[in-house]
């Protein structure tokens, strides 16, 4: 699975590069109209989509069909793209925090509360639209994987929503925001496994020849 990971980061690498410099500039811009964490909620997801041009390309060059005959089992090559997706995820949250920890040394008010909350939102809503997009961009057609991902953000959207109003029948969201975000985002990392797991189930027995 080391190999296929580095093949995609060689691939996608001037793409990350863009997104990381993108953010970090956001970052610094936003700080003069919205609070400089709001960035967390954006990150992880725009940092993705280095994934999706991956499975595009692949899809493109044929690749599938001819790595089923190099030592690489079918689990790894379906469970290389969702470790690719959460690195991303986590290369685009750890970006940034750099401009929410340049602009806190210079006095701007950027709290522990505020990246904890902003960052479970952003990250809850990324797994669950991997959760959708990844095994349907790789059960269907990965040509239209882009468009996919584009509409499960707007369906992860909706599912944290309901997840809130869901928790608020049990816990008081208003009073308890924070943890509320917590209990979504430890359901958004269930869903992203179980989803993990059925596109490996599906994957395998998938005619790619």
């Known amino acids: 699975m080391k190999g296929i990971l580095v093949k995609d980061l060689y691939i996608a690498r001037s793409n990350i590069l863009v997104t990381v410099v993108s953010l970090i500039v956001l970052g610094f811009g936003l700080s003069f109209l ?66 929410c920890a340049v602009l806190a040394c210079f006095g701007a008010d950027v709290t522990l509360y505020a990246l904890c909350l902003y960052g479970s939102i952003g990250i809850s809503a990324t797994l669950l639209a991997g959760g959708i997009s990844l095994p349907c961009a790789y059960l269907s057609d990965p040509e239209k994987s882009q468009i996919v991902f584009m509409m499960s953000f707007m369906a992860s959207t909706g599912i944290i929503t309901g997840l809130v109003l869901f928790i608020n029948l049990f816990l008081p969201v208003k009073e308890n925001i924070l943890p509320a975000f917590h209990i979504v985002l430890a359901i958004s990392v269930i869903c992203f496994l179980v989803s993990y797991r059925i596109a490996v189930r599906v994957y395998r027995k998938r005619d790619i020849s």
């Open 34 to 99: 919205l609070e400089t964490s709001a960035l967390l909620v954006l990150a992880p997801a725009a940092s993705t989509t280095a994934v999706f041009i991956s499975i595009t390309g692949d899809a493109a060059s044929k690749w599938n069909k001819n790595v089923i005959t190099m030592p690489v089992s079918r689990n790894q090559i379906i469970g290389e793209k969702f470790l690719f997706y959460i690195l991303l995820a986590v290369l685009g949250t750890v970006t940034a925090l750099v401009p």
